[in-house]
Nanobody, 115 residues
Framework: VQLQAFGGGSVQAGGSLRLSCAAS????????LGWYRQAPGKQRELVAI???????NYADSVKGRFTISRDNAKNTVYLQMNSLKPEDTAVYYC??????????WGQGTQVTVSS
């Protein structure tokens, strides 16, 4: 499975972006879909995850502002980001976890939020 993330860009604080992550294979059988981010000089951190059963979990820093969702027909997972803050600036990566511990990462998409 290959993942391709896109939709990043530069926005002002308070703006919105929607990231998309298109999978080359089916995401229906994935156990967990997720978005992570890595800011310069920092470790990669979890932003949001969506389980096969539909449960979601978000980092405290994005709760109420970001929403993860999926479209099984399009094999795509989304991250809607609202009320963006400068501290949201990072490279965002999508991730898909399947059975037997098989994990796949997208190539990353840059999000830059200016104050």
């Amino acid at each position: 499975v290959q993942l391709q993330a896109f939709g990043g860009g530069s926005v002002q604080a308070g703006g919105s972006l929607r990231l998309s992550c298109a999978a080359s294979g089916s995401i229906v059988s994935s156990n967990v879909l997720g978005w992570y981010r890595q800011a310069p000089g920092k470790q990669r951190e979890l932003v949001a995850i969506l389980t096969r059963g539909g449960s979601t979990n978000y980092a405290d820093s994005v709760k109420g502002r970001f929403t993860i969702s999926r479209d099984n027909a399009k094999n795509t997972v989304y991250l809607q980001m609202n009320s963006l803050k400068p501290e949201d600036t990072a490279v965002y990566y999508c991730n898909a976890l399947y059975e037997m511990g098989r994990a796949y990462w997208g190539q990353g998409t840059q999000v830059t939020v200016s104050s």
